[in-house]
Nanobody
């Protein structure tokens, strides 16, 4: 049974930083897609950062490039999203996800098999 458990959300002032964690049980972040998505009230879910074992690069949404960094620990069972220089427009519920085909990881949320419960990030 695969479970993704998120932590690290909270409230922060503009320009501040947060690090989200996503601990996986029954799963290793070394195959298929792994990514972070967010959804603000009244908005569609959007890809923030995603990577695939098929490609050597991590893809980021244009709005967060240079500010957010996706990484994993050496055991590849915990995924992180380091968020720096946060802006009010980053306010949303953030979700980690894993699975899928390994292609179009940032843009194709529907392919993911497993999702975290979500954690709220509020920037004021």
């Amino acid at each position: 049974h695969v479970q993704l458990v998120e932590s690290g959300g909270g409230s922060v002032q503009t320009g501040g930083s947060l690090r989200l964690s996503c601990a996986a049980s029954g799963y290793t972040y070394s195959s298929t897609c792994m990514g972070w998505f967010r959804q603000a009230p009244g908005a569609e879910r959007e890809g923030v950062a995603a990577a695939s074992f098929r490609l050597p690069t991590t893809n980021y949404a244009a709005s967060v490039k240079g500010r957010f960094t996706l990484s994993t620990d050496y055991t590849k069972t915990t995924m992180y999203l380091q968020m720096n220089n946060l802006k009010p427009e980053d306010t949303a519920s953030y979700y980690c996800a894993a699975g899928g085909s390994g292609f179009n990881c940032l843009t194709s949320a529907r392919q993911y098999n497993y999702w975290g419960q979500g954690t709220q990030v509020t920037v004021s």
